[in-house]
T-cell receptor
Framework: KQEVTQIPAALSVPEGENLVLNCSFT??????LQWFRQDPGKGLTSLLL?????REQTSGRLNASLDKSSGRSTLYIAASQPGDSATYLC????????????FGKGTKLTVNP | GAGVSQSPSNKVTEKGKDVELRCDPI?????LYWYRQSLGQGLEFLIY????????KSGLPSDRFSAERTGGSVSTLTIQRTQQEDSAVYLC?????????????FGNGTRLTVT
């Protein structure tokens, strides 16, 4: 059974700092890995999707890496801003007739001005 | 619409009553998912629809839960004889579908409170 773990559960940093969020998964037979952002009372917003054949994806100040063999992914946020404060979730999918995602419990990020 | 729409946004019901939650996916998305998010817990997969294929119901927690998707578009999640442990945020998501390796787009969810 696939399990996804995110460490740390919460992180507080000053504005402008670069930071890394970690995600690990137990079964390396994944189809893709996605990073999401969730603001309080809202649904999830997809940030980055890394296909199993890829090593990383970048979007603006965000960079996500994937090491499938070791079961790890990182989300790097450069020059953090207060608006980045949210819960960040990673999820992996295994294509076996349905691409349902298995989620971690998330990292709650607070960027202090 | 531009995004996934869910209604109602909030629902308070008495224990034992039935509830229906609605999801309008993004136009053209053939895959539709229901997830449940409980306080302090991660997202729990409930059910997945892909085109005309039989749905993957493997995540439904009990036979009180059912879902349908009519015409390949709108989906309804029904919870019969609600219990207090059903209280959670129910999230719907859609994507282009199997084989496209496309990201999931989520609605804002329905917050269900069973009193």
């Amino acid at each position: 059974k696939q399990e996804v773990t995110q460490i740390p559960a919460a992180l507080s940093v000053p504005e402008g700092e670069n930071l890394v969020l970690n995600c690990s998964f137990t079964d390396s037979a994944i189809y893709n890995l996605q990073w999401f952002r969730q603001d309080p009372g809202k649904g999830l917003t997809s940030l980055l999707l890394i296909q199993s054949s890829q090593r990383e994806q970048t979007s603006g100040r965000l960079n996500a890496s994937l090491d499938k063999s070791s079961g790890r992914s990182t989300l790097y946020i450069a020059a953090s801003q207060p608006g980045d404060s949210a819960t960040y979730l990673c999820a992996v999918s295994r294509r076996s007739g349905s691409e349902k995602l298995v989620f971690g419990k998330g990292t709650k990020l607070t960027v202090n001005p | 619409g531009a995004g996934v729409s869910q209604s109602p946004s909030n629902k308070v019901t008495e224990k034992g009553k039935d509830v229906e939650l609605r999801c309008d996916p993004i136009s053209g998305h053939t895959a539709l998912y229901w997830y449940r998010q409980s306080l302090g817990q991660g997202l729990e997969f409930l059910i997945y629809f892909q085109g005309n294929s039989a749905p993957d119901k493997s995540g439904l927690p009990s036979d009180r839960f059912s879902a349908e998707r009519t015409g390949g578009s709108v989906s309804t999640l029904t919870i019969q004889r609600t219990q207090q442990e059903d209280s959670a945020v129910y999230l719907c998501a859609s994507s282009l579908g199997t084989g496209y390796n496309s990201p999931l787009h989520f609605g804002n969810g329905t917050r269900l409170t069973v009193t």
